[in-house]
């Protein structure tokens, strides 16, 4: 699973390198001179930075340069934690309060070894991490590495700013839509109808969900969205749908179950209510029994619910009518969504590139997220250097446990190695987040900027590209969400 981390070392090692920069030219205040072994490091990353792009390409394939990669990335993060360690104990020293400031002059005065001591073991400890990077970055010669980029390879040049709003035109799931909706028509009771769609990661299930969802067949239902995931919470489920049918600003926050079911009763009595439960993994009957009692509980009610989930003994399960199975999408589908996202046809010299670009489509296993990923990653490379995207090893990927997901996580994966070092940055940092997990945007801009890793007007773009990449998701909220799509979760791991 450290494939993927290996390709973030030329990223984190850029951030590093201008820390100890920083270090040296003044910048960064430290309490004692520790030039020399700073300027070394920096000759040690210097060494090692000029062969990152071919160790980054040899990883994807070769073990040993994977885990040399894994090692460098550690110290690195080791050393990044120790300058700001330092500097911070540096300005508690050197910036102390009015009221600590003649205590700590008086004390330093009347026993030195206070402030002695405590720069010996920083010197001790620097000294320590210049020979353990002088170690690692010398093991880079074993491999043979070359200099410089490889004209073969793809390369992000243009990062243009674009549309973070959800596509409207879908490719390929108009008909599964209408036969959901004719399942529904046919079967729905007076209480409740349970219709799960279910099927691989990244297929398009919660994208059909959202066009049932939208349908004008329930523009007089009252609407709830619910994200699952893979922690089950029967508490939360019930309180987000009472938070949505009262449309209150402030969250239900109901601790007992009774108290929920008093809720829901009220809510749902007598109303036609739509529920999407987004991404479902419980598989224990008698949790699914209580969730199933629980939507039950309104008297003369009319309550259709949509389970996305990837567990065909879920779906049969949970479901009261018959569960769907989402299909894969055809090479032409593919083909239709990769156009689209890459900006095909306003792009000069098409002709040239559509074979190899149908060819990439065949990659793609009918597998619409792999579609999405990889067409927005062609926009932004010339179509002289499809081929070579075309002929990556990463497709052939065999380390994985699930091949179902192969053609997913390897599109993902060449997406994610071409990017500009910024972005992985940026990209790596959202993995801290739980799957699931919401965050407004200029939340998540201020942290990458406190951190180093973009300017707030970069951040705005990384958001786009992200969202174009579906790295990242908009929520039903004006936030953007990490939640969905639910395979890039496997994904995260890797950085």
């Not at 991404?279 to 939507?295: N, R």
């Not at 046809?345 to 793609?364: L, Q, Y």
């Amino acid at each position: 699973m450290a494939e993927l981390g290996g390709m973030l070392a030329a990223a984190i090692l850029k951030v590093v390198g201008g820390q100890i920069g920083s270090a040296i030219g003044g910048q960064i205040t430290l309490q004692k001179n520790f030039d020399e072994d700073l300027k070394k490091m920096k000759m040690s990353l210097e060494s090692v930075d000029a062969v990152l792009e071919d160790a980054e390409r040899r990883s994807i394939t070769d073990k040993s340069t994977r885990l040399w990669l894994k090692r460098l990335k550690d110290v690195l993060y080791v050393i990044s934690d120790m300058i700001d360690e330092f500097e911070a104990n540096t300005q508690a020293i050197t910036q102390p309060s009015a009221r600590k400031r003649s205590f700590k002059k008086y004390l330093a005065i009347m026993i030195p070894c206070l402030t002695i001591g405590p720069k010996i073991k920083m010197a001790n400890r620097m000294e320590k991490m210049r020979e353990d990077l002088e170690v690692i970055t010398d093991q880079h010669k074993m491999f043979k590495l070359t200099q410089g980029s490889n004209a073969n390879e793809p390369k992000v040049t243009d990062i243009r700013e674009t549309s973070s709003i959800m596509e409207t035109q879908i490719v390929g799931r108009t008909d599964d839509k209408d036969e959901i909706l004719a399942s529904l028509l046919e079967s729905m009771t007076e209480d409740i109808t349970i219709l799960p769609i279910y099927g691989i990661g990244g297929l398009g299930k919660t994208t059909l969900a959202k066009m049932v969802y939208n349908s004008s067949q329930f523009k007089e239902y009252s609407q709830v969205w619910v994200y699952v995931s893979q922690t089950f919470d029967l508490k939360n489920i019930g309180n987000s749908i009472i938070t949505q049918l009262s449309e209150k600003e402030k969250e239900s926050e109901y601790t007992e179950i009774q108290m929920i079911h008093k809720s829901l009763q009220k809510l749902l009595a007598g109303k036609k209510i739509l529920i999407v439960l987004d991404d479902l993994w419980e598989g224990e009957d008698f949790h699914l029994e209580s969730l199933t009692d629980m939507l039950k509980v309104g008297k003369d009610s009319n309550v259709v619910v949509i389970v996305t989930t990837r567990d065909e003994g879920i779906a049969r399960k949970i479901s009261t009518i018959r569960p769907y199975k989402i299909k894969a999408l055809t090479d032409d589908m593919c083909w239709s969504i990769i156009k689209q996202k890459s900006a095909f046809e306003s792009r000069g010299g098409k002709e040239h590139a559509e074979m190899t670009g149908k060819a990439i489509a065949m990659k793609c296993g009918g597998v619409a997220l792999a579609a999405k990923s990889i067409g927005h990653t062609l926009q932004y490379i010339k179509f002289s250097e499809w081929e070579s995207l075309r002929d990556s090893n990463i497709w052939t990927v065999s380390s994985l446990k699930y091949t179902s997901s192969i053609q997913v996580i390897a599109s993902l994966k060449l997406s994610y190695s071409i990017m500009p070092s910024y972005l992985k940055l940026c990209f790596a940092y959202c993995a801290i987040f739980p799957k699931g997990h919401k965050i407004v945007k200029d939340e998540l801009i201020y942290q990458w900027v406190s951190l180093g890793f973009s300017t707030w007007q970069l951040g705005e773009r990384c958001i786009n590209q992200l969202l174009g990449l579906s790295f990242l998701e908009h929520s039903n909220s004006q936030s953007v969400s990490l939640c969905t799509p639910h395979t890039i979760e496997k994904f995260r791991y890797f950085v």
